[in-house]
């Protein structure tokens, strides 16, 4: 399947210089787009949002070795998670609020002399969902909610300030792509949103399943894994759920394979980086209630697959 085209005539009479003709070719609007964003999107996570490998840099730099989860950040995405659902709040502003607390993290970490106590990074967590919301969805939780979950540690006046110092640190770069946003152009380059059938629509939210697990391990949002590779896993893994691609269009997959390779290289099953970010993404996976619900098995025209079935 390929993207669709529609010539276009245009015929003009002139009384003085007799017939013209021009031909053009129009791509299809959406897709366009969609392409676009998604070159913007993979410059973006490469160089403004980058995220080095923090956790690594601190431990070679102590005498005191951390364990893996010394920021609490495995603890701090599940909190997250839950106050957005409480709040019925879109889960996406937890991709947004990890991404400042990682490179914020990343950044002071460079300094020397630094100690990261716990009640720090929950102070920069706390900061930064309460600016995830405040930019993304502020109308469906007050901050003055926030505020009073810290149960007293922190005051009102620390809050602020440590946003302040996170809005510096980041310089005020709060847009980052994510991962659920790739899967979003993504599908749309193949098939326009306005044309989603049950089935992309299914496809689309099993992946974003899988990109929410992502956000959970430290790994899948550092340096060299970027967000639009967690993506591509993602639709790859939900590709081998076994009631997905029947109710697919002809010709999806090998469309979607095409597509996204040409934006970016590595967007490839050949690339050994997105076989692990799929296995990682498989074990978290496993570990979720979710995987209770849904049988896996191959699927067949996916080369080496990393799904295997399971009662």
């Not at 790739?182 to 629509?201: A, K, Q």
């Not at 391990?217 to 639009?228: E, G, K, Q």
Request: net charge negative; aromatic share 10%; glycine share 2%.
């Amino acid at each position: 399947m390929t993207r669709v085209t529609n010539s276009i005539i245009i015929s003009h009479q002139d009384d003085d210089e007799g017939m013209v003709q021009d031909s053009t070719r129009v791509t299809t609007s959406h897709q366009s787009l969609s392409i676009d964003r998604l070159h913007v999107m993979i410059q973006q996570e490469s160089t403004t949002f980058r995220c080095d490998d923090y956790f690594h840099s601190f431990l070679s730099s102590n005498i005191v070795q951390p364990t893996e989860d010394h920021f609490q950040r495995g603890r701090t995405c599940t909190w997250l998670y839950e106050v957005v659902d409480t709040y019925e709040a879109s889960r996406e502003v937890v991709a947004y609020a990890i991404s400042y607390f990682d490179r914020f993290m990343s950044s002071i970490l460079q300094e020397e002399n630094v100690s990261v106590r716990a009640s720090f990074t929950q102070l920069v967590a706390l900061a930064a969902l309460r600016l995830a919301i405040r930019i993304y969805h502020s109308s469906n939780i007050p901050s003055e909610h926030l505020d009073q979950m810290s149960t007293g540690k922190f005051s009102t006046q620390m809050l602020d300030a440590m946003e302040i110092n996170m809005l510096s640190t980041l310089e005020w770069h709060l847009f980052p792509p994510t991962a659920v946003g790739f899967v979003h152009e993504l599908l749309r380059v193949v098939v326009p949103s306005y044309e989603w059938t049950n089935g992309i629509g299914d496809l689309f939210e099993h992946a974003r399943f899988f990109t929410e697990l992502s956000v959970r391990d430290y790994s899948l949002c550092v340096h060299p894994v970027t967000p639009s590779m967690v993506a591509f896993a993602s639709v790859l893994n939900t590709l081998e759920m076994n009631h997905v691609p029947a109710q697919l269009p002809d010709g999806f997959f090998e469309s979607f394979l095409e597509e996204a390779t040409a934006i970016s290289p590595m967007l490839s099953m050949d690339e050994p980086l997105i076989g692990n970010i799929r296995l990682q993404l498989l074990s978290l996976y496993v570990q979720s209630t979710r995987s209770q619900q849904v049988r896996f098995v191959p699927f067949p025209i996916c080369a080496n697959p990393v799904l295997a079935s399971h009662p």
